[in-house]
């Protein structure tokens, strides 16, 4: 299999295993995709898992039209040292790495090969993924088109520059977890108030999903954005004078909830900084 349209993901961890996915699942044809794994066992799995060829990462990348980057940070430099010398000329390559720069990407791959840098999420498993893409060496608007083509039916995507994309990870690349977090921590307090888990879980689940649609100013035939009124006000209308929820916020200020979110987000953009410096 070898062609301009064939897609290789070089690296099927959990976010490359989730590209996949969710790209089989909007209707990628399995012949266009190629997964990239050096350890026989976790390339048996991929292959029966999805369907689709498995080959060492240099004839993986020989054979296809796009690769994308998605190993681990600090296993970027040793890949692109093993697929460097096979990348054919007009290959696009895209990195999902954090904190990984286009220019590191580039510098280990021929001249003029076009680099786009995507930082995205998990939930490319279900199709609802945020994706940020910036142009890097070699890249042009054809380029960006092209990975926003393939990024589209998985979920949203923006264009950015790179130096806010370690301030992007912190929120929408680590945020899918911010948010696991505080569904845990809220079935937890169904319990502890005597609901069975699994009632708790559909409240809680149910209401981040409603809430996040309203949020996003979704009208009922998903028509999408337009429409969203501020989070600030969305808050105001739920929380009556004397009543349940300004007594539950007042709490969450006690503990500097806002603060520590401010906090945990800021923390999350120096490592990715620093995952880049290293």
Same mark, same amino acid.
């Given at each position: ?35 990239a794994e050096r350890d026989p066992g976790r390339a048996a799995q991929v292959a029966a898992e999805?369907?689709?060829? *498995? !080959? $060492?990462?240099?004839? +993986?990348?020989?054979?296809? #039209? =796009?690769? /994308?980057?998605? @190993? ?6 040793? *890949? !692109? $040292?093993?697929?460097? +010398?096979?990348?054919?000329? #007009? =290959?696009? /390559?895209?990195? @999902? ?20 840098? /995507? ?30 083509e393939m990024l589209r039916p998985v979920g949203r995507v923006v264009r950015v520059s790179e130096?806010q994309l370690d301030a992007v990870t912190a929120l929408s690349g680590s945020g899918p977890a ?101």
């Amino acid at each position: 299999m070898q062609g301009s349209s064939v897609l290789a993901i070089v690296g099927v961890g959990r976010l490359g295993g989730a590209l996949m996915s969710g790209l089989l699942g909007a209707g990628r044809a399995p012949s266009e995709v190629l997964a990239a794994e050096r350890d026989p066992g976790r390339a048996a799995q991929v292959a029966a898992e999805y369907g689709v060829e *498995v !080959l $060492d990462p240099p004839a +993986a990348v020989a054979a296809a #039209g =796009t690769v /994308v980057l998605a @190993v681990k940070p600090q296993d970027m430099g040793s *890949v !692109l $040292d093993q697929i460097g +010398a096979h990348i054919k000329p #007009g =290959t696009l /390559v895209v990195s @999902v790495a954090a904190g990984v720069s286009s220019s590191f990407v580039a510098q280990r791959l021929p001249a003029g090969t076009p680099v786009v840098r /995507v930082m995205t999420n998990t939930p490319l498993l279900v199709s609802a993924a945020m994706s940020a893409l910036c142009a890097g060496p070699g890249a042009g608007d054809e380029h960006l088109a092209t990975v926003e083509e393939m990024l589209r039916p998985v979920g949203r995507v923006v264009r950015v520059s790179e130096s806010q994309l370690d301030a992007v990870t912190a929120l929408s690349g680590s945020g899918p977890a911010y948010f696991f977090y505080l569904i845990e921590a809220m079935i937890e307090g169904g319990v502890l108030l005597g609901l069975p888990r699994a009632l708790a879980a559909e409240l809680v689940v149910q209401t981040a999903a409603g809430s996040a649609l309203m949020a996003r100013g979704a009208a009922g035939d998903g028509s999408g954005a337009s429409g969203a009124e501020h989070p600030s006000l969305l808050r105001e209308a739920v929380t009556s004078p004397g009543g349940t929820t300004i007594a539950a916020l007042r709490e969450f200020d006690r503990a500097a909830v806002r603060a520590a979110v401010l906090d945990a987000v800021e923390a999350a953009c120096a490592r990715s900084r620093e995952l880049g410096a290293s």
